[in-house]
């Protein structure tokens, strides 16, 4: 298909038109994954750029290497390295945000035709750029761990799988954290099924309880000699600010060369001047108080939205408490009908959240919602959750 075929027949980002009525009067939004924008570090960022561009050499203003500022990826490197074992900045591509590390895994990985296997609900802006791949996209059975191994392994002995795209901590959409044992079982499945793994990995700093999070999957990888390929993406919008668009990707020595040739392709190389204010931020021991406090204040919010939920919503839906991230995912004790107008029950109700078909891949879901706790604040969570009942009882009635 051409490109401006595959242009027809792409959908824009419902989540991003969802935006639009989120500016509406007295709408409470726990639709977008925005950052709360009381924790968005503007006076760390303002001091850092100023730093960043201090030296009289004029080089911090001139193109630079396609894979990224060495100080940069050392930085990250070493900012990662508890989570991902030792890595050189040789190893690291610098990335335009992690959106653009899933692109370029996937134009790198998936010609036309090729299978990708996500969960049964994932992230929409990934399907997207698998789709205008023209990959096929296979949703694989999930739990609340994540994606079911023995799944996975069936997909596999039905059709070559090439890739495998997982966000297994505090995942969009469903939040879940998945376990240590089924991290092992999936790497073994995707080792036996020679698919590349691509592991996206924006929210493992926003865990309520730190220690909480299981090692990557990049990590016990390595640990365990387990042989699967992993490409690991890293995103500094979730901790610092989605505007600095700065991210990075580990990857195989082949496959890290591909990716850098679509990068040249694509933009030749990220901003300098950001990736200069990001190692200013990772210097010094800033980040770690700012992260205390990130996961401070979004368990306080998770917890909030949780709670109003129970007292609103617990005979209409079911969701597990969130353990860290910013989404909670409801299943509805119901199904909405297929036709059912959310647009309209929003303005009417003055409450937005994202429906489940934005996450399968066939837009069929007709029994799940997401919900973000990040962006309102603790008292508009409790109003917002009084109105989401009102939405679903509502769609819920007619169904
Ligand atoms: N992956 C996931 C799972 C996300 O939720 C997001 C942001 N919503 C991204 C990638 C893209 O983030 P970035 O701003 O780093 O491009």
């Not at 992993?230 to 991210?247: D, E, N, Q």
Request: glycine share 10%; with cysteine; charged share 20%.
């Amino acid at each position: 298909m051409s490109v401006r075929a595959l242009f027809a027949k792409a959908q824009g980002s419902a989540i991003r038109e969802l935006g639009l009525l989120a500016q509406e009067p007295d709408m409470v939004s726990l639709a977008g994954g925005m950052p709360d924008p009381a924790l968005l570090p503007l006076a760390p960022v303002r001091e850092a750029y100023a730093r960043a561009l201090a030296s009289d050499n004029p080089s911090v203003l001139q193109y630079g290497p396609t894979d990224g500022l060495p100080a940069c990826k050392e930085a990250i490197a070493g900012f990662l390295a508890t989570h991902l074992g030792p890595h050189g900045p040789e190893d690291w591509v610098i990335t335009t945000g992690s959106q653009q590390g899933i692109d370029l895994a996937a134009r790198t990985l998936l010609d036309a035709g090729d299978t990708v296997a996500v969960e049964a609900h994932a992230y929409p802006a990934a399907l997207q750029a698998f789709r205008f791949c023209e990959a096929r996209i296979a949703g694989v059975a999930a739990d609340e761990q994540g994606m079911l191994p023995q799944a996975l392994a069936d997909l596999a002995g039905r059709q070559r799988v090439k890739a495998i795209y997982l966000v297994p901590t505090y995942g969009n959409p469903t939040g879940a954290l998945m376990g240590t044992q089924r991290r092992i079982e999936l790497l073994k499945a995707a080792a036996s099924a020679g698919a590349v793994l691509i592991e996206d990995d924006p929210y493992r700093c926003l865990g309520f309880d730190e220690a909480a999070a299981p090692p990557t999957l990049h990590q016990l990888n390595e640990e365990h000699r387990l042989g699967a390929q992993v490409v690991y993406l890293t995103s500094f919008s979730k901790t610092i600010a989605p505007a600095l668009r700065v991210g990075a990707l580990l990857a195989p020595p082949a496959l890290r060369r591909a990716v850098v040739l679509a990068k040249q392709a694509a933009d030749i190389h990220s901003g300098l001047v950001d990736q200069g204010v990001l190692v200013q931020l990772l210097r010094g021991d800033w980040l770690a108080g700012h992260l205390a406090a990130l996961r401070r204040h979004y368990a306080t919010k998770g917890q909030a939205l949780h709670a109003a939920l129970q007292t609103h919503a617990a005979d209409l839906m079911s969701w597990q408490p969130p353990r860290g991230g910013m989404f909670i995912w409801g299943t509805l004790r119901g199904k909405a009908p297929a036709g059912t107008d959310w647009k309209a029950l929003f303005r009417e109700h003055r409450v937005l959240f994202v429906p489940g078909r934005e996450f399968s891949a066939d837009g069929s879901d007709a029994g799940h919602l997401r919900l973000s706790f990040a962006h309102p604040s603790v008292e508009r969570l409790h109003t917002g959750a009084q109105r989401l009942a009102r939405v679903l009882r509502q769609a819920l009635r007619t169904a």
